[in-house]
């Protein structure tokens, strides 16, 4: 939900502006990550191993958990826990 009022506001800028490709770029910039994330869960294919390994990591690791449902709940970036090793 947090998503839709977010993306309403961008809309709205846009409509204001009339910068609708601005929209767009800032749309699909932000989205996208939660996009693919849920695509690839939506596969129901087996984990990749570094998936099996961040779920193995979270056993012990209660910061990392937050991180983790806050992103499947859209209240952290996707990237922050799914993105390449920091």
């Given amino acids: ?3 839709a009022f977010e993306s309403a506001e961008w809309l709205a800028d846009a409509v204001t502006t009339g910068d609708f490709a601005g929209y767009h770029r800032i749309r699909d910039e932000r989205c996208k990550p939660a996009y693919d994330l849920a695509c690839r869960i939506a ?7 570094e998936t099996l390994a961040l779920h193995e ?4 690791n209660q910061p990392l958990r937050d991180r983790f449902f806050g992103a499947l709940c859209g209240t952290v970036p996707v990237q922050s826990v799914f ?3 920091r």
């Fill in 83 to 85: 993105g390449p090793p």
């Fill in 43 to 49: 596969r129901l294919e087996p984990p990749r191993p």
């Fill in 57 to 60: 990591a979270m056993r012990d």
């Fill in 1 to 3: 939900m947090s998503d």
